[in-house]
């Protein structure tokens, strides 16, 4: 029988420590719920990192078992390994290139050798999964030599892979010292999945620059072997966002925040810390509203959830205070005794009160200065139970590929953003209505069980394909 084989640097579960007590908590990310119904299925199973660095052997077998009867084969990483592949090589390397923030990137041959060693480290857990003939799928950019290694030890084994985040323009691959050798490492899939068409058209370029294989009909020659390359934009779990804003919870929530806000109303604004989010040119245009438009104060408040994240690394820091002072000079400038110009929560919130603060929001700012794809416009949109409500979306983002019906601005001209703002709240209803009905029906249509058949039908048909030339 022929396995699929889900591999991603983190687990769809995360195991924690408190106290000496192991902790297993699933995550609740777009992902996992896509693939759960791949990864469950009988034989198949999930490889990737706990997010735990276990203390003895004993305890690495306890996880192992844990997990094996949830299908999750955990990859076991020691704190240098996080520190110089995770933190470094692939957060502070092919993060900020992939996202046009060279000048943030740093090029360690340290990291480098790190992020080799893990992903041959994965290679080996995969290949004690996987028979000759398994389908193996691997995602995003902390594994891009895996493909390749894998291909090595499996010449005839099935590989897809998807890359979640931008790929970018050739001019910033170029600048890696290590290009060739990433853009090889990719090759060894016989599928390569972007979310946009832009993505993909860079890569392609990328990969006639660097190594001279061209593309022709989205299927590239290298060698003697043929690579299927496509785009497939990923969706959400569009029922469960719909069901989780009509639940009793997040309505009890959303009477509560009402109760505070009193008739304030809301702009929403949700990311991990991250400098590809745009979250201080958020804040800027923000504040410029309320000065450009005094009539918006104590009409309007802004809130900010800003979940933490990768804060070892200085960038993410230097942000994180940078955020914190442009909310207390507005927020100082501006308040008054019954008004809070943003409500800013630097943690996350249970699914349930996201929900809620979904409802709540009269407008979503997604507004990031380069993002793969950026779910959470999707999940704003699947909220709007009652169709009212309006996206200000990054030109930047790749959901702006399909959500044509949002506001669509360019994050940098701080005056356009202020502008949508205002446009935003004033939008006759019926615009609202037709907007949002729009992009619900393609959202809920293109939801994240189509995007996982889509990939896997066809990894398939590129298996196929790849049999019958070989056979002609
Ligand atoms: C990468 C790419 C691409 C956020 N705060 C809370 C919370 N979230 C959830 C959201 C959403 C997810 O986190 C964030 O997804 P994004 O797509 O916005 O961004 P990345 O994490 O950067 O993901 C991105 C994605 O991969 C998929 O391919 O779209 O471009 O960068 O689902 O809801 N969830 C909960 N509480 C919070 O406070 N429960």
Aim: charged residues 25%; proline residues 4%.
């Amino acid at each position: 029988m022929s396995r699929t084989i889900i591999v991603s640097n983190r687990l769809p579960t995360k195991v924690q420590r408190t106290e000496d007590v192991l902790t297993f908590q699933s995550s609740e990310g777009g992902l996992a719920t896509g693939l759960g119904s791949i990864y469950r299925q009988e034989g198949n199973v999930w490889v990737g990192w706990p997010g735990l660095f276990v203390e003895d052997t004993a305890e690495e077998e306890y996880v192992r078992e844990q997990l094996r009867q949830d299908s999750m084969v955990p990859v076991f990483l020691t704190e240098a390994e996080i520190h110089d592949f995770y933190e470094g090589f692939s957060n502070s390397t092919l993060w900020p290139t992939f996202h046009y923030f060279p000048q943030y990137a740093t090029y360690e041959p340290a990291h480098w050798a790190a992020y080799v060693a893990v992903n041959e480290k994965f290679c080996q857990a995969v290949l004690a999964q996987a028979g000759p003939d398994d389908t193996i799928w691997v995602h995003d950019y902390q594994l891009l030599l895996l493909p390749e290694m894998l291909r090595k030890a499996r010449p005839e084994a099935t590989i897809g892979f998807f890359l979640h985040i931008p790929f970018p323009s050739y001019e910033l691959i170029r600048v890696l010292p290590w290009a060739k050798e990433l853009m090889a490492g990719v090759l060894g899939a016989d599928l390569i999945g972007f979310h946009t068409f832009g993505f993909m058209r860079h890569f392609l370029s990328a990969v006639s620059h660097l190594l001279g294989f061209t593309a022709q009909n989205g299927r590239l020659e290298a060698g003697d072997r043929s690579i299927l390359v496509d785009t497939f934009p990923m969706g959400i779990d569009y029922d469960r966002y719909v069901e989780a804003a009509a639940s009793d919870t997040a309505r009890e929530h959303e009477a509560t925040y009402r109760q505070v806000l009193g008739n304030t109303r809301a702009i929403l604004s949700i990311d991990r810390l991250d400098y590809s989010k745009g979250i201080a040119q958020r804040l800027r245009a923000f504040e410029l509203l309320l000065l450009r438009y005094p009539e918006w104060r104590e009409q309007v408040s802004l809130i900010m959830v800003v979940v933490p994240s990768r804060d070892q690394v200085a960038q993410y820091a230097a942000l994180k205070e940078e955020i914190d002072e442009l909310v207390g000079r507005i927020n100082s400038a501006y308040r008054t005794m019954r008004w809070t110009p943003i409500h800013y929560f630097y943690r996350s919130f249970p699914l349930d009160e996201l929900a809620s603060l979904y409802r709540l929001a009269e407008v979503a700012l997604v507004t990031p200065m380069r993002d793969g794809m950026n779910l959470v416009a999707k999940e704003f949109v699947a909220s709007k139970a009652d169709h009212r409500g309006v996206l200000i979306l990054s030109e930047r983002a790749g959901a702006a590929r399909e959500l044509s019906d949002a506001l669509i601005i360019n994050p940098t001209d701080m005056h356009q953003l202020t502008e949508a703002m205002h446009d935003a709240l004033v939008m006759p209803e019926p615009e609202q209505i037709r907007r949002m009905t729009a992009m619900q029906k393609l959202v809920g249509q293109y939801n994240v069980f189509a995007w996982t058949k889509l990939f896997m039908d066809r990894l398939a048909f590129s298996k196929h394909r790849q049999h019958t030339l070989d056979t002609e």
